[in-house]
């Protein structure tokens, strides 16, 4: 008896620092951000510039500008959870082949931005970057285009705002979605502080809606983006896009993908 009291005790324990652990910790775990030397320059084919910009709290908050000659208008390019602009800089530049500018903010913390990132932090700074955008754009010619963890950045901006377009590639109906899918057995539903529950946004967005979504997608389940999906299917100007053997980072290799941005953009 002794034996199976200490082993349930070594089990519940175990547990309880495990989530202890990804409570305490979640910071690290969902923004995985590197940073970057001020003194380093980007390497892109295309004349750009890098930007400096205030949050409210005064954190600097750093992106680059991608320039084409005569745009169509801009592209606003929310990338995903890892990593800095050093590695998706050069994803967000090959949107000038399609006629648009391209303005790549990096979330706080990442990269050349300063301070700490959190849900409020990264939708406070996306208005920020946004309204510069209008200083150079019309509303009308912006388009909003959100990764991954970028597309939850993406639809509660849209919610808010009049673009032009909004692109979605592998998002979620939340991120707490996300989380349970992949750890089933941690009760995040307690213990999450930053949900990104673009399911309660969505609806709110008055922009054409596009969803891009990979079926064998191992770490965005194709039936969150598909739950996400479903509460604007019923508008005319909502269209889902499903890769049969797309997987989280393998949709823009599809000549699908690029069919389809030429069409919109």
């Known amino acids: 008896m002794n034996y199976i009291y200490w082993t349930l005790l070594f089990i519940v324990i175990t547990y309880l620092v495990l989530c202890l652990f990804y409570y305490f910790f979640q910071n690290r775990l969902i923004f995985v951000r590197y940073g ?84 409020k932090a990264l939708i406070s700074d996306a208005h920020i970057f946004y309204d510069f955008a209008l200083e150079h754009y019309s509303e009308k010619n912006i388009v909003l285009y959100g990764r991954s963890l970028g597309s939850g950045v993406a639809v509660q901006l849209a919610a808010t705002k009049n673009a032009k377009l909004v692109i979605l590639e592998t998002p979620f109906s939340s991120l707490l979605d996300v989380i349970q899918s992949n750890v089933p057995f941690i009760p995040f539903k307690y213990l999450l502080k930053y949900p990104f529950k673009s399911i309660d946004h969505i609806d709110k967005v008055k922009s054409e809606i596009i969803v891009l979504a990979g079926k064998i997608d191992t770490q965005v389940p194709y039936r969150s983006s598909l739950e996400l999906y479903n509460i604007v299917a019923d508008r005319n100007d909502t269209h889902l896009y499903s890769f049969k053997r797309g997987d989280h980072n393998t949709l823009s290799s599809f000549k699908k993908f690029n069919r389809i941005m030429e069409e919109y953009l």
């Open 36 to 119: 970057i030397y001020g003194k380093y320059r980007f390497r892109l084919d295309k004349p750009h510039k890098e930007i400096l910009l205030k949050s409210e709290e005064g954190e600097t908050l750093h992106g680059l500008w991608i320039k084409v000659e005569n745009p169509k208008g801009l592209l606003i390019y929310f990338h995903g959870n890892t990593g800095s602009l050093k590695r998706w800089g050069k994803n967000a530049a090959l949107f000038t082949k399609y006629g648009y500018d391209v303005l790549a903010p990096e979330y706080r913390g990442y990269g050349k931005s300063t301070g700490k990132p959190s849900e």
